[in-house]
């Protein structure tokens, strides 16, 4: 928790919320003290509704009150939004009617009237409240730019945002100079890349707005040789929409029902373009729907491609910040990277609209206050742990509840020792470290950890662990030295954002007639000497870790090293399938009981499945439905 005994100058709140993923986060002086999703502390996916709780928490680590808050910045402006649904609404009329009757309801109750439910919000928040703080509502995308451009450690850069919609703007590029922030040229609504990718997450049968990692992940699994990808590239690019050379695009609105309808797309008229009608959620996966995952995949590759010559063009910039939903697509991210159009490229870890919580407040103090940059020439994300930590009590308290079997190790070096023989022995460990992360990525304080090495361990940890669909893959967290042996990754990548091929030397040689073989048996033939965590494209999203980043991970990857010759491992979030990552020590040790994790480690207590006898009794009141 930091406690403030100096002269604070301004402290200002950033809340997103009302879409999905909200969040706030808390700055002082231009420093993010604290930054936290709503969905960890009540415990629903993507929750979208009024931050409360993060609110709450970002008040408690800073050791203030909301009356010490000067400004609370919104992530976007309402009204502008809701200019942009009447006008659309009223462009395609009278098409779109029941759409129109269903949202306005939502619109008049909760965002017309925003800032009686911020006002409203902060109450409850905090009952002290007493209504001075002063409300700002910035662009979505500045929001966006700003969250990427002001922590990062560039001084002059080209700025570029991608993702669904915000007022209008869909797209934008910009120039980040100093405290300020110049947009430079803007793509608006209906034309979108981020409703682009998500039309074809929608056709391919997964949630829009939460699935989009999954086509991510599922477009490897389309074969590069089928003249099928190249079929349906050729219809993406000829019916759906245009690409221009700029990265600029324009979806033709007959094919789509995203502005003036309930679904993204016109289910009748995409089956008809691609010979298969939209798969179901539980429905099984063919070959065409992974070559239309590939095939999307890389017009999204491509026009990313273009946006940053584009942005390159417009600044002279040798660095690049990204930010929006379509930035957390880290196969094209390490597509931009190998191009070598940037120097250095750099990411805000929570690019979509949580992280515009962050972007809104720092956008509040630099722009709108005009308030000069302090920290240049480092990440002012702090490895985006900046959500909450437990100490040994909360977690003896835990133990203690549910009458657990816990062993004290009282020095780290021990500590890691000990859990790195228990990894190399096969065991899938529960790690819970320090302050939990913001963004969609466990960076290591609420990770699940296996070895990389283990052919078996990805199916283990996607069917008895995370409750997933087998297809999905692992990425791996890693020594900085080793992502350079392995992946010839010469830059940090701290927030497991760029995706890159491993090298040669690992690789095994594929069977004969691998792309004519069936998904799943594609998915279990052992590509390296990490089959674990190298997808069947030869690819891995990797993670770097440094020591004064995340000591005590260093020395675990370390000691992982010392056993097995790679400091890398399994990093996935620690959560099941539909549940969000967990935040508490409670969630964690819940957790741990209903899969089939063998060892939790919470600070320095580790806790050993086999040894839980009198836990595992009552194991059904942690079984999910």
Known sequence: MYFYFYARTMTILG???YYHDAAAALIVDGSIIAAAQEERFTRIKHDAGFPLHAIRYCLQEAGISINDVDYVAFYDKPFLKFERLLETYYAYSPKGWLSFMRSMPVWIKEKLFLKDNLRKGLK?????CNGKQRLLFPEHHLSHAASAFYPSPYQDTAILTID???EWCTTSIGKGSGNKIEVLKELHFPHSVGLLYSAFTYFLGFKVNSGEYKLMGLAPYGNPQDAQVEDYKKIILDKLCTVYDDGSIFLHQQYFSYATGMRMVSDAGWQQLFGFHRRGEDEPLAQHH??????????TEDIVLKLAHTAKQLTGSHTLCMAGGVALNCVANGKLQAAGIFEHIYIQPAAGDAGGAIGAALAAYHTHQEQPRTHAGIDAMHGAYLGPTYSDKDIIRIINKYGAVATHIEDSASLTATV??????GK???WFQGRMEFGPRALGHRSILADARNADMQKRLNIKIKQREGFRPFAPIMLQEEAERLFNAKQPSPYMLFVHPINEAYRKALPDGYHN???MDKLYIQRSTLPAITHIDYSARIQTVLANDNPLMHQLLTDVKRIADYGVLINTSFNVR???IVCTPEDAFTCFMSTDMDVLVMGNFLLYKEEQVSVMIDKRQFAKD
């Open 15 to 17: 809340i997103s919320c």
């Open 124 to 128: 409850e928040a905090d009952e002290t």
């Open 164 to 166: 669904g919609v915000g």
């Open 290 to 299: 992974c070559n239309l995952a590939l095939a999307i995949q890389q017009v």
């Open 420 to 425: 790195a023989k228990d990894i190399a022995d």
């Open 428 to 430: 899938v460990v529960g």
């Open 517 to 519: 073989l069936p998904l």
């Open 578 to 580: 539909g549940e969000p």
